[in-house]
């Protein structure tokens, strides 16, 4: 039996031996810690050399390359050198091996895990490796080494200026002064600046030793890429709130080998010099004995993802709740407004609010950002779609910048040029418009409160709700889509559209994939509008009259996609019989915090919501974009959502949310007006105050 020995700088506490057959030789291996001591284990060294067949040296490794540079580590080398009788490994090649594997292994088993992570190294030259293989799935890379080499205050942020610093790194750290790097001031700021980068971060590659120093203040929440976490580094990491360890070393006989260890055993049964083992040969084994990386949940399953979703003003009254222009709004004539307007056009991104408490029921939590951009729907119709195309491109930067791994397009911004093309091409972000689960949102909305006035013949046994339906800019984006679904649902569809061209193709479409439906067309919306049970309005009209809602029937359901709204609230109010509603709020799962969109606590519009559910899903792909919806996309972020926890919000008009008792109100007028009987006194107050609220 062959002796294997590991020292390691590790705790004393969590030595252990035990005897195996590995490559088909049988092994004694001892693990012996030195609690940090150097010098403890250079006693150990020459006490083992004549004990030992291999001793497996747990210390920062000899020799590391960084690019075109190679560097020796004087301290390892000598220690290592003290043992001249025995073979000694450090396990450097075997480390980066498992390490970069263990990566590359969760990318693909956890589903484009790293996509765009903030990712921190203590130390990159040490990790360059790792690293190169970390840049394949983000840019958002971090290096420490020039603030804790150094004490320089100074993060490396790439790659190249990695590589830059290596080139010049050691001769600096030579000549650098001890008492200055040693000082109590410079140790302190440098571990500030270490925290505040981890703050930063969402994935940290650090040693063991490393992180020891720090709580849950800084590691809550993190991934941690490592090496040689026992179980007892997983309780710690358990109580400093980490949520993914990611550790390539593996487990024989209940314990975890180090890549020293198993070097050392690697040597030991085969009988070659450490230094002469080939990658080639530890392809062989590690396929053979069928050693895996670690994938482990501290605390349990946890998975977050990030998105970003750009908004804009729909109106000047967005200005006032903005700092500090809301102070200058409220003092500031209509001509200065209209200038403040223009000006704030051309204004570069800016974050309006982080959101956060997002939670599927199946464990997995979103975290976002919404990023304005200055342009009203009157700007932004004003200029080239370039102007408009700029300033997302300009938001998809800052969303990368911040971790974000898909963008969101909403209003005005998903419908400019190309709806979304251009900038998904040029963006360094995957793109959605939203398009699709506002469709499914529409719809799901409109159909939920058709039901809920209770107008409409009861359908017999398994029978669909039979009511007429029209699709006011049936040839838009979601009009179109909103065409398709009434079709499979109403017994008859009038589709609205001055493109006339186009409504006869979407006509022959639909046919196609329902042939048994009923539809009409009309290039006016006023026709045949006095007939219809629900009516969809998705026009993008910017403020333009679409519809003469005096002219619609009593009890009737509009469902205003478009955004800005087709129906002021001032066209509302003069019908109390119809029920109007903002398609497309859902509501969210979890204890969701963010600032103020003009909707209820935890409640989205639907094309945001298309963000969030791919966030979740971790699709981070270009799902919707362009004018041309697909049903299957419908049909299949409707399912997504539903898996997600994604609910239909209470309905809302535009004065906020239907109560039971609102729509219950707006049922007893549908049903007074078509009998052509007077509105009872409860009914004349809530009209009342219906229009006072208008």
Same mark, same amino acid.
């Given at each position: 039996?062959? $002796? ?27 693990r +012996?810690? %030195? ?25 920062? #490794?000899?020799?590391y ?15 290592? /050198?003290?043992?001249s ?9 075997l ?34 490796? !790792? ?15 020039? !603030? ?20 010049g790194a ?8 001890? *008492?200055?790097?040693?000082?109590? $001031? ?6 500030f600046?270490?925290? @505040? ?9 650090a ?13 809550? *929440? ?17 109580? #400093? ?17 180090g890549?020293y ?24 084994i ?24 750009v ?32 000006? !704030? ?5 800016? +974050? ?10 199946t ?9 304005s ?16 195309y ?9 969303? #990368? ?9 909403g ?5 400019? *040029? ?26 799901? /909305? ?15 046994? @398994?029978?669909?709700?039979?009511? #007429? ?16 679904? &009434? /079709? ?23 046919? =196609?994939?329902?042939?048994?439906? @009923? ?14 049970? &629900? ?58 915090h ?31 974009v ?20 994604? @609910?239909?919000? /209470? ?16 049922? =007893? ?13 409860? %009914? ?11």
């Amino acid at each position: 039996m062959k $002796t294997v020995v590991g020292i390691s700088l590790g705790a004393s506490a969590q030595d252990f031996s035990f005897n195996t057959t590995f490559l088909g030789r049988r092994l004694g291996v001892h693990r +012996v810690g %030195t609690n940090g001591s150097v010098a403890r284990a250079a006693r150990l060294l020459k006490h083992w050399e004549r004990r030992a067949d291999v001793i497996g040296l747990g210390v920062i #490794k000899d020799r590391y390359e960084a690019g075109a540079h190679r560097f020796i580590e004087k301290d390892s080398a000598r220690l290592k /050198a003290l043992a001249s009788k025995v073979p000694v490994s450090l396990g450097g090649q075997l480390g980066d091996i498992l390490q970069e594997w263990a990566v590359r292994h969760a990318q693909a088993e956890l589903g484009s895990y790293f996509n765009n992570a903030r990712v921190l190294f203590f130390s990159g030259l040490k990790d360059y490796k !790792l690293a190169l293989s970390m840049s394949e799935y983000t840019d958002n890379l971090m290096f420490a080494d020039p !603030l804790l080499q150094l004490g320089v205050p100074k993060l490396l942020t790439s790659l190249d200026a990695l590589q830059l610093y290596a080139s010049g790194a050691h001769y600096v750290k030579d000549w650098s002064l001890p *008492g200055v790097m040693a000082s109590d $001031t410079v140790r302190q700021w440098t571990r500030f600046l270490l925290r @505040k980068a981890m703050h930063k971060a969402s994935v940290i590659v650090a040693s063991l030793i490393e992180l020891d120093e720090f709580g849950l203040e800084e590691l809550a *929440g993190k991934t941690v890429i490592t090496s040689t976490a026992s179980e007892q580094r997983i309780a710690q990491f358990r109580d #400093k709130g980490v949520h993914l360890v990611i550790d390539g070393s593996p487990v024989m006989k209940g314990r975890v080998l180090g890549p020293y260890l198993l070097d050392a055993m690697i040597a030991a049964a085969t009988g070659k010099h450490p230094d002469a083992i080939a990658p080639d040969d530890y392809l062989e084994i590690i396929t053979g004995e069928q050693l895996a990386p670690r994938i482990i949940y501290p605390n349990g399953f946890k998975r977050v993802n990030r998105f970003a979703f750009v908004i804009h003003p729909l109106s000047q009254e967005y200005f006032k709740k903005v700092k500090p222009i809301e102070v200058l709004s409220q003092v500031s004539p209509p001509v200065l407004m209209d200038t403040l307007e223009k000006i !704030l056009a051309y204004a570069p991104p800016f +974050v309006y609010s982080r959101v956060g408490g997002i939670r599927s029921p199946t464990g997995v939590e979103a975290e976002g950002w919404l990023i304005s951009v200055g342009g009203t729907p009157r700007e932004i119709m004003q200029h080239s779609p370039e102007f408009t195309y700029r300033r997302l491109l300009d938001a998809a930067a800052m969303a #990368k910048r911040l971790g974000a791994q898909i963008m969101g397009l909403g209003a005005f911004t998903k419908v400019v *040029g190309d709806a979304g093309v251009s900038v998904a091409r040029r963006s360094p972000l995957p793109i959605t418009t939203g398009n699709s689960y506002s469709a499914s949102g529409a719809l799901w /909305a409109a159909h939920d409160a058709l039901l809920r006035m209770r107008l409409l013949p009861a359908p017999r046994g @398994k029978e669909r709700v039979r009511f #007429k339906a029209m699709v006011v800019g049936a040839t838009g984006a979601i009009g179109s889509v909103c065409a398709r679904l &009434m /079709a499979k649902a109403a017994e008859e569809v009038y589709l609205v559209s001055p493109e006339t061209a186009k409504l006869l193709a979407l006509k022959e479409s639909i046919l =196609q994939e329902t042939p048994d439906a @009923k539809l009409f067309l009309a290039a006016r919306a006023d026709r045949n509008i006095a007939a219809m049970d &629900m009516i969809v309005t998705a026009t993008s009209g910017a403020g333009k009259k679409v519809l003469d809602i005096m002219q619609v029937k009593p009890g009737c359901v509009i469902t205003d996609v478009a955004r800005p709204l087709d129906l002021p609230a001032s066209e509302v109010a003069k019908r109390p019989d119809v029920l109007v509603i903002e398609s497309g709020e859902i509501q969210l799962p979890g204890d969701v915090h963010m600032k103020n969109i003009g909707l209820p606590r935890g409640v989205v519009y639907a094309c945001l919501a298309e963000t969030i559910v791919l966030a979740l899903e971790g699709r981070f792909e270009n799902f919707t974009v362009g004018r041309a919806i697909e049903w299957a996309k419908v049909r299949e972020i409707y399912q997504l959502g539903l898996k997600h926890g994604m @609910k239909l919000a /209470a309905i809302s008009g535009v004065n906020g949310p239907f109560s039971d008792q609102d729509i219950e109100r707006v049922r =007893q007028r549908a049903l007074a007006a078509r009998n052509g009987a007077a509105p009872s006194s409860a %009914t004349r107050r809530g009209a009342n105050r219906d229009s006072q609220r208008a």
